[in-house]
């Protein structure tokens, strides 16, 4: 019997870790160290669910403007899951990937991200993906850029278009089902062009809180609507 969630696209806008870490009384710095062992526990449980994509919003272009300290202590916390978690992940069979833009981030991290991309170069049973200075604007008008007159002006080829802008390997399928959390009700610019019928899911748990509990039940609640796609059965 086929799992049922073995063609769907999952995304996260994981946010709270800051507020999680103020609740505490602790520096935001630990409030993004507990988000990396949310994203190891989420992607656990996502291959434990047999999702076929994982999409995790982790920093958008616009978090450039935090505080450089804050930066700083992101990209360095980017790194060590990339260099200490991702190897055993990838043991687990997901196959992690990064997409927006690299050229701004520390050499560093190009390299543990690069080294990370070469090692699951083998399909996995789960694509996760990073967007990192991801911007979903920017994603689309760098697409846009890329069509010629004599393109083929279909939504399949603006989707190749989309992939190559946004370094992604290939294209995906459209996510199925955006979860946020922190209690916030927007979408911060995540991958717009992608969402365009995805169901929306969001939960108050901070994102440090956030593990296999949480998205059994996002997962859950998805799987109870009903998806029309704006279409309805022909009446007889």
Known sequence: MANINERLHVAIIMDGSGRWAAA????????????RRAVTRTIEAALEHGIG???????????????PEEVAEL??????????????????????????????LPVFLQEAIGKVEAAGAI????????????SGREAILAAARRF????????ENFSRLLADAGHDRAPVPDIDLLI??????????????EIAYAELYFTPFLWPDFGAAELDAALQDFHARHRTFGRLPALV
């Not at 505490?24 to 988000?35: F, I, Q, T, V």
């Not at 994509?53 to 505080?67: A, D, I, Q």
């Not at 399909?123 to 991801?134: H, K, P, Q, S, T």
């Not at 009700?185 to 995540?190: D, E, M, V």
């Open 123 to 134: 399909a996995g049973r789960l694509l996760v993906r990073f967007a990192i200075d991801y």
């Open 53 to 67: 994509v994982l999409t995790l919003f982790t920093f958008s272009t616009e978090n450039w403007g935090r505080p």
């Open 180 to 193: 946020r959390t922190g209690g916030e009700l927007r979408l911060s610019n995540c991958p717009l062009w």
């Open 24 to 35: 505490r009384a602790l520096a935001r710095a630990e409030g993004h160290r507990a988000g």
């Open 75 to 104: 990209m360095r916390t980017f790194e060590e899951f990339f260099r200490r978690d991702a190897p055993e992940l990838a043991a687990q069979g997901a196959r992690l990937t990064v997409i927006g833009r690299r050229d701004r």
């Open 148 to 155: 010629q007159p004599a393109d083929d002006t279909s939504a």
